[in-house]
């Protein structure tokens, strides 16, 4: 069985639509805008993958910043 969002049928059979028309349409937008627990778990893997990402990204960075501090460093004092 289907769920549907009773606020969304509520507001269907106040607007004159029949019963099983709203019912139908309610499961339908119930069904597209939950999360079910497989996206969830797909999208914590995505953001796992970019905390990886970025944490790379910033040592990266880091040491860049090290490279050129130490040129300059070394115009003045070298």
């Not at 079910?36 to 944490?55: V, Y």
């Amino acid at each position: 069985m289907s769920t549907m969002i009773f606020e969304v049928f509520d507001a269907f059979r106040t607007a004159g639509v029949p019963e099983d028309k709203a019912r139908k349409a309610a499961e339908a937008l119930s069904s597209e805008t939950t999360a079910t627990k497989g996206d969830i778990s797909k999208l914590e893997k995505e953001i796992a993958a970019i905390r990886s990402d970025m944490t790379l990204l910033k040592w990266m960075v880091g040491l860049v910043m090290a490279g050129v501090a130490s040129q300059i460093l070394k115009s003045f004092f070298g």
